[in-house]
């Protein structure tokens, strides 16, 4: 008799609490499955970022705290100023630099021939230089390597704004919109930034 209360006692509508114990665990386990499934349905189910395959050192625009681009007013190096919201409309490449940056230098004459192929189509390059100590050598650097883009002198602001420059050349690509549609730390092959070019024009 004994026994038999002990069973009703752990019996609820018809279900012993071990049975109980597991439907919980079943339940808890398919709620964190489900949660996997959802949280990594694009590496599982083999979707990719539109207009993949990138190079290692891309950084999605997803993962920026925003995919607006931070709009600045900066002094260029002939005395005047850009406004980035100013270039709406326009296909823009920013690419923060140095003078002193070896990848920088060699990456240059590509944001040259870029500028020269897409500039009358609605296209434009804003170099922001990050020259500190060698400020004074941005002008001459520009004349010498006849840069025909605007360069402009960044500051600490600026850097925190894009999330903060932990290399050079490091590169944004925006849309006509004023959005960021790609981000680049390092140097990156001419042809990377002109398949956006393209499909963004």
């Known amino acids: 008799m004994a ?4 069973v009703k006692k752990n019996k609820f509508g018809g279900i012993s609490k071990k049975h109980r114990s597991w439907i919980y665990t079943g339940f808890f386990v398919g709620v964190i499955l489900l949660l996997f499934i ?19 050192n891309y950084i999605p625009a997803s993962q920026k705290s925003t995919a607006l681009a931070p709009d600045f007013t900066l002094p260029t190096s002939d005395g005047k100023v850009i406004t980035l919201s100013d270039l709406k409309g326009k296909v823009v490449i920013i690419d923060f630099w140095a003078t002193w940056c070896p990848p920088c230098r060699k990456g240059i004459p590509d944001l040259i021939q870029l500028k020269k192929k897409y500039g009358a189509k609605g296209f434009e390059i804003v170099g922001i230089s990050v020259d500190t100590d060698t400020k004074d050598e941005v002008v001459p650097f520009i004349k010498d390597w006849k840069i025909n883009y605007p360069v402009v002198y960044g500051n600490m602001n ?15 690509v925006i849309d006509k919109k004023g959005k960021i549609v790609a981000t680049y730390e390092g140097l990156i092959p001419v042809e990377t930034y002109e398949n956006h070019i393209k499909k963004l024009m």
């Open 158 to 172: 600026v850097y925190q704004q894009y999330g903060g420059i932990r290399a050079i050349p490091t590169s944004f």
């Open 38 to 56: 959802f949280n990594n349905s694009d590496y599982l189910f083999g979707r990719s970022e539109e207009n993949g395959p990138y190079p290692p």
């Open 3 to 6: 026994e038999k209360n002990h």
